[in-house]
Nanobody, 124 residues
Framework: QVQLVESGGGLVQAGGSLRLSCAAS???????ISWFRQAPGKEREFVAT????????YYVDSVKGRFTISRDNAKSTVYLQMNSLKPEDTAVYYC??????????????????WGQGTQVTVSS
């Protein structure tokens, strides 16, 4: 069993920045870790993912150029640096993990472990 704990959410004005963290309880190097978000009344959507060795980040189009995903395997932590935040980025942000070797990153049901989520609110 893998436990994921997100932190770093909060309230920020439009144009501001936040850095989210996702800490894992188990062996980290074999996990694919991704970030999803869910806004009120909307489905949970994929935001970003990163490979096991920290290369090949992949982002949803709406955050490209503003968000950066990274990982520190020594600390068993994945980060999501969010810059130039917009009100439409307001959501609960979740990290998700899987040991699967091949997966469709954007599909929620490909992931076996989820964190509890952290709220990000961007005011206009």
């Amino acid at each position: 069993q893998v436990q994921l704990v997100e932190s770093g959410g909060g309230l920020v004005q439009a144009g501001g920045s936040l850095r989210l963290s996702c800490a894992a309880s188990r062996t980290f190097n074999s996990l694919i870790i991704s970030w999803f978000r869910q806004a009120p009344g909307k489905e949970r959507e994929f935001v970003a993912t990163i490979s096991r060795i920290g290369s090949r980040p992949y982002y949803v189009d709406s955050v490209k150029g503003r968000f950066t995903i990274s990982r520190d395997n020594a600390k068993s932590t994945v980060y999501l640096q969010m810059n130039s935040l917009k009100p439409e980025d307001t959501a609960v942000y979740y990290c998700a993990a899987t040991y699967r070797l091949n997966l469709s990153y954007e599909k929620r049901n490909e992931y076996d472990y989820w964190g509890q989520g952290t709220q990000v609110t961007v005011s206009s």
